[in-house]
């Protein structure tokens, strides 16, 4: 399976206001800024995030995005979903031998779970110097 960077920059996008929420709107300018990457690409990414319920906008001059629930609420899942589509590492499985549906669909279920199970509050608080079971967030 491999994410695009739609899931990566989507994740960075959740991650960042994770870490600022409670302080108010975030300009997406200002995500786009400390992380080095396209705004008009982060604008086109917050749209389908708005729309599944997981960012608020605010207008005006102090605008920008809030998450629309804490960030224990949202999983790595529920954005990944949002702007991947469903999670399957192989597609047309039901063409394959059973012993490797059973492969494809262990593959998918195991991918699922670290994604179900990792919330954006997790990532947002993830640092290298207490990661002392040695963690990683590959997927």
């Given at each position: 399976?491999?994410?695009?960077?739609?899931?990566?920059?989507?994740?960075?996008?959740?991650?960042?206001?994770?870490?600022?929420?409670?302080?108010?709107?975030?300009?997406?300018?200002?995500?786009?800024?400390?992380?080095?990457?396209?705004?008009?690409?982060?604008?086109?990414l917050?749209s389908?995030?708005?729309?599944?319920?997981?960012?608020?906008?605010?207008?005006?001059?102090?605008?920008?995005y809030?998450?629309?629930?804490?960030?224990?609420?949202?999983?790595?899942?529920?954005?990944?979903?949002?702007?991947?589509?469903?999670?399957?590492?192989?597609?047309?499985?039901?063409?394959?031998?059973?012993?490797?549906?059973?492969?494809?669909?262990?593959?998918?279920?195991?991918?699922?779970?670290?994604?179900?199970?990792?919330?954006?509050e997790?990532?947002?608080?993830?640092?290298?110097?207490?990661?002392?079971?040695?963690?990683?967030?590959?997927?």
């Amino acid at each position: 399976m491999k994410i695009s960077t739609k899931g990566r920059y989507g994740l960075t996008i959740m991650i960042e206001l994770a870490k600022r929420f409670g302080d108010g709107p975030v300009p997406l300018r200002q995500i786009a800024a400390e992380k080095g990457l396209s705004e008009a690409y982060l604008e086109q990414l917050v749209s389908p995030l708005r729309i599944a319920g997981l960012v608020k906008s605010v207008r005006g001059a102090y605008g920008g995005y809030l998450l629309a629930l804490p960030p224990s609420k949202i999983s790595a899942a529920d954005v990944i979903k949002v702007l991947e589509g469903p999670i399957q590492p192989v597609e047309g499985i039901e063409n394959e031998e059973v012993p490797q549906q059973q492969l494809w669909m262990r593959i998918r279920d195991a991918v699922k779970n670290v994604l179900d199970t990792t919330s954006i509050e997790d990532l947002a608080n993830y640092n290298d110097d207490t990661n002392v079971d040695g963690y990683m967030f590959y997927i």
